[in-house]
C-alpha cells in the first residue's frame, strides 16, 4: 500500500504561481510513475502531468504544456508539480496519483492505483 499527501495548494492571483507537493509513504519502492490531476466544480476528473518514477520521461496535457512542471525526489518520495502563469481555469482540486505495476498510459486515471485527498487552488482573475 502507498499513501499519498498532497500540499501547497492555496488562492493566488491569475500570472502567479505555486508549487504543490505530494508527499509518498509506505510501499514508495513499489512506485512506477506518478501524476497529478484536477478536478474543476462541475467537471470530470481530468489529467495534467505525469512522470516515470522518479527521473524518467513526462507527459503533460496540452492545456499545461509549457506552464507547468513536473519532478521527483526520490530521497523524499516526493513528486512536485510546479505551476507557473497561472489562469483562472486552473483553478480545481488537485490530486496526486500512484502506480505500482509499470501499466504505462499515464494519461488514463484508471491505470492509477494509488490516490491522494487532494488540495484546492484557486487562481483569481
Known amino acids: 500500500q502507498v499513501q499519498l499527501v498532497e500540499s501547497g495548494g492555496e488562492l493566488v492571483q491569475a500570472g502567479g504561481s505555486l508549487r504543490l507537493s505530494c508527499a509518498a509513504s509506505?510501499?514508495?519502492?513499489?512506485?512506477?510513475?506518478m501524476g497529478w490531476f484536477r478536478q474543476a466544480p462541475g467537471k470530470e476528473r481530468e489529467f495534467v502531468a505525469a512522470?516515470?518514477?522518479?527521473?524518467?520521461?513526462?507527459t503533460y496535457a496540452d492545456s499545461v504544456k509549457g506552464r507547468f512542471t513536473i519532478s521527483g525526489n526520490n530521497a523524499k518520495n516526493t513528486v512536485y508539480l510546479q505551476m507557473n502563469s497561472l489562469k483562472p481555469e486552473d483553478t480545481a482540486v488537485y490530486y496526486c496519483?500512484?502506480?505500482?505495476?509499470?501499466?504505462?498510459?499515464?494519461?488514463?486515471?484508471?491505470?492509477?492505483?494509488?490516490w491522494g485527498q487532494g488540495t484546492r487552488v484557486t487562481v483569481s482573475s
Open positions: 512522470i516515470t518514477w522518479f527521473n524518467g520521461p513526462t
Open positions: 496519483a500512484a502506480d505500482d505495476d509499470g501499466s504505462g498510459f499515464l494519461t488514463t486515471r484508471a491505470i492509477y492505483d494509488y
Open positions: 509506505g510501499h514508495t519502492f513499489s512506485i512506477t510513475a
